[in-house]
């Protein structure tokens, strides 16, 4: 059952230090094939290193983390994966359209492709009529909405989405969340980082990370039953308590 062919990600041992400090420590994560996994934690617990250890962005200092079997960071993932970054990488000085059209291009896709997705795209984050303004002059939360689309734009196998509804309206929250739950449906792995709870609640499963390494993971509901709590907020809180006691 647990072969290594069902995972989308693995890791064993994944460190990274920066001086003396710890950033992630010895993380073993399994994220499988079509799942979307939520990693929660407070600011600093070490989830935006691991995705970008994830996303070949930065080495880890130690331990090992495949991506569909290829070993990071030697293996070339760039074409399977999306990575959204937590602080918008979107070019201020570019329009809407051409943001999309630059990535496209990154990824090496043909123009009529890059004009249907980012006309497809452009209306799924409800930007279309956004479409020719220069990006710097739209909301936080516009931007991440582009930022969101530029990530989606190559169709990658597997997402990592690092607080990708900050300052998104709910409607729209939701909304992406049901585009998520879309892309699951068609084998699309999601790695994703969230503070909303409701969102969480919608993971196939979470892993709560604190001081770079998980302290529990499972379904939603598997975690609230286990930790006697109501929330997943203050199941978090009891499995601080708890320290060190995986549960899966
Ligand atoms: N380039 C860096 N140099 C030094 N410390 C860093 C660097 N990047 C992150 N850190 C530290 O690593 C810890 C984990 O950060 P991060 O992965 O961003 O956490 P999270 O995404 O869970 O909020 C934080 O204490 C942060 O200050
Ligand atoms: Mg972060």
Redesign the pocket.
Known sequence: MDSKNEYAILTSHLTKK??N?T??DDLDLKVKKGEIYGLL??????????IKMLSNIIKPSSGDATVFGGKIPEADIAAKIGYMP?ETGVYLGLTVEQNLKFYGRIFGLASKDIERRTDELLKFVDLTDWKYEMAENLSGGMKHRISLACTLLHQPQLLFL?EPTVGVDPELRVSFWDYFENLREKGVTILI?THYMDEARRCDRIGF?KH?HLIAEGEPLELLKNSGMDSLEDAFLEYSKREGKVVT
Do not use: I, L
């Open positions: 920066y001086g400090f950033a992630v934690g407070p600011n600093g617990a070490g989830k935006t290193t691991t937590q690092d980082t990370m770079g």
